[in-house]
């Protein structure tokens, strides 16, 4: 005791500083001096730190911009040079000895005199909005009804015997035989893809719930007489952000890849979205100097997917708060 106190008296310190009353009654002794705490500040501090993801989400803005920006201005009419042959299947240096260094120019014109470039992007347009509904609805639905199957033990016994039967049928065979059905349109492809493409996300989401369920705070809300769907939705879903962003970085890109393949096979939409750009331009794949019909639309529709795949995937990353330290 008496070392201690020599080693205090060695610091220089006079008693009045080194010792004050404290008020028991003080307010002061109530505060907590822990910086205050935001999740989705935190969750874009940690996404933005790095260059990497700073780049490819200027990449993702730019490809929106001229998706959904650039046809308005871009006067596309795909018939407007059908009866000028001159103007068919022309190359890049063809198209701009023809019509002048520019924007429009610049990847050559197809097989109806339209320019490449302004094609792509109206394409992009219609699978990029294709992609963004059916994971919107898939995502929805698939998420709600998973927590609630993960969490009540009615909904999983039902929900199990759905999946069963449903969930064997393959996806892609499934898809092909409603558009078949219906009309090729936008709106029958979304319905194809949405029908019941919110089983298997309802499923892993059955799954991740189960894990977290009887966790204690979920137990003291079922005993204080809080309502399942209460709980799923207060206690359970925000719990698992990460994981819904990290599935929503894997969906968003398959249905854009479903719609090309689909289109490839010839069943895809009746608008010429990038699936339907790419089976239009099949034969100019092997047909020399006409290349960039098929390989602009092919090579988009791969950057979107790729560029929408790691913005997701940094994303859920950033979403899990045990990055946020």
Known sequence: MNET??????LGFSEEELFAPIDNNSLDSEKITAPRYSYWHSVFRVFFKKKFNIIIIAILALVI???YIYPLFSGYDRFSNLMDSSSKHLSPSAAIEKY???????LGTGDAGQSTFDAIWHGASISLSL???CAAINLSIGVVIGALWGFSKKVDAVMISVYNILGNIPYVLLISVLVMIFTASFWSMVFALTVTGWLGIA???RTQVVIIRDREYNLASRCLGTSTFRITMRNILPFMTSVIVTLAATEIPSYISYEVFLSYLGMGLSEMSLGKLIFAAESAMVTPGWGFEFWSPVILASLITVILYMVG?????????????
């Open 313 to 325: 995937q940094n994303l859920g990353d950033a979403s899990d708060p045990r990055t946020h330290m």
């Open 203 to 205: 499923y892993f989401i």
């Open 65 to 67: 911009v001229f998706a």
């Open 100 to 106: 002048g260094l520019n924007i429009h120019s610049i």
């Open 131 to 133: 992609a963004f509904i």
């Open 5 to 10: 106190l020599e080693k205090i008296d060695d």
